[in-house]
């Protein structure tokens, strides 16, 4: 296993620090909430599940995110259906229009990503794109 040396630690926690506040500059005025663009990629990910088990994959309690849940399911981007399996439990799932905002918030801040990797090389691109996979990974 590696043994990072605080530099590198630095370095890193400053490359993804800074890109992520530059993505979320580039979300329009008009974009839904942080919280709100985290459940329906999570819906959009993992499929029809639980409040409770968004929440813990956000790392937030489900208190927190009744209001966004609230929200969501009021302005059609979510639907709030009884389980099957436990008719105490609620399950979200994400309609057609909860898919078109998530995409709508993605593409407007994929398009500055795009314009802004166009100056690299082939392989800094591999190299990000291995760095992303790796990020990803950490995050879980």
């Known amino acids: 296993m590696a043994n990072p040396t605080q530099d590198q630690i630095v370095t890193i926690r400053r490359g993804v620090t800074r890109l992520a506040r530059r993505l979320r500059v580039e979300r329009p005025p008009s974009a839904l909430s942080g919280n709100k663009i985290a459940v329906l ?6 499929g029809p599940t639980t409040p409770g088990a968004i929440a813990a994959a956000e790392h937030q309690q489900p208190q927190s995110l009744t209001r ?6 009021a302005d059609g981007l979510v639907l709030r259906v009884r389980s099957e ?3 105490r439990a609620w399950v ?3 309609t057609v229009e909860g898919r078109e905002a998530l995409r709508a918030d993605m593409a407007h801040r994929d ?3 795009e314009a802004a990797l166009d100056d690299l090389t082939d392989a800094e691109l591999g190299l990000l794109e291995i760095a992303a996979q790796l990020m990803e990974r950490i995050a879980r």
Do not use: G
Not at 41 to 46: E, G, I, T
Not at 68 to 73: K, R
């Open 41 to 46: 990629a999570s819906l959009y990910r993992n």
């Open 68 to 73: 966004v849940f609230a929200d969501l399911e």
């Open 85 to 87: 399996t436990d008719r």
């Open 92 to 94: 979200l799932h994400l």
């Open 111 to 113: 398009a500055w990503l």
